[in-house]
T-cell receptor
Framework: NAGVTQTPKFRILKIGQSMTLQCAQDMNHNYMYWYRQDPGMGLKLIYYSVGAGITDKGEVPNGYNVSRSTTEDFPLRLELAAPSQTSVYFC??????????????FGPGTRLTVL | GQQLNQSPQSMFIQEGEDVSMNCTSSSIFNTWLWYKQDPGEGPVLLIALYKAGELTSNGRLTAQFGITRKDSFLNISASIPSDVGIYFC?????????????FGQGTTLQVKP
């Protein structure tokens, strides 16, 4: 298993550009999450999904959109990039279900800079 | 928003020393988790705590879920250079079945050989 994969690893955007951060998992996990990590801070939840076709906002959803058309993929879309979105983005997945506390597996991250 | 306060913010210790870090909150959590993040990588789960008062070990790591359910600590015994990284606590509130975690700010650990 590759686990959780994220692409690209690095990206520089100009203000106002758009892009999609890709996330895929091959563990047949139901739950998937997007976090951002700012320097010296913990992770903050952007969006999450408990299954294909179901998404919901996390703590910091503004400026982002997600979709979950398949169990494996959970892309994160930035429509109009702003400098405040400069961060490291992590995707995670977990089996979910009745034991919501089970392990979340994280991808390697995408480092995004908006200039 | 909700916050977990993690301390210390950073530590610089000698190889072989023991390390202790903790996490506190003003509100109750039903689950506490401790993650480690290596440079350029995503966090990896070290220990999960599900019950107030629970004490759990994973090799040289020991973590406890505070009795009040508002705090947790992580100890690392006999530190080695590969312990270097950022350690995060994370909490899960209530009976949510979405797995939404709240993360602390992290403790950066450096170990001098």
């Amino acid at each position: 298993n590759a686990g959780v994969t994220q692409t690209p690893k690095f990206r520089i955007l100009k203000i106002g550009q758009s892009m999609t951060l890709q996330c895929a998992q091959d563990m047949n996990h139901n739950y998937m999450y997007w976090y951002r990590q700012d320097p010296g801070m913990g992770l903050k939840l952007i969006y999450y999904s408990v299954g294909a076709g179901i998404t919901d906002k996390g703590e910091v959803p503004n400026g982002y959109n997600v979709s979950r058309s398949t169990t494996e993929d959970f892309p994160l879309r930035l429509e109009l990039a702003a400098p405040s979105q400069t961060s490291v983005y992590f995707c995670a997945s977990s089996y979910g279900g009745s034991r919501a506390t089970d392990t979340q597996y994280f991808g390697p991250g995408t480092r995004l800079t908006v200039l | 928003g909700q916050q977990l306060n993690q301390s210390p913010q950073s530590m610089f210790i000698q190889e072989g020393e023991d390390v202790s870090m903790n996490c506190t909150s003003s509100s109750i959590f039903n689950t506490w988790l401790w993650y480690k993040q290596d440079p350029g990588e995503g966090p990896v789960l070290l220990i999960a705590l599900y019950k107030a008062g629970e004490l759990t070990s994973n090799g040289r790591l020991t973590a406890q879920f505070g009795i009040t359910r508002k705090d947790s600590f992580l100890n690392i015994s006999a530190s080695i250079p590969s312990d270097v990284g950022i350690y995060f606590c994370a909490g899960l509130k209530g009976s949510s079945n979405t797995g939404k975690l709240i993360f602390g700010q992290g403790t950066t650990l450096q170990v001098k050989p």
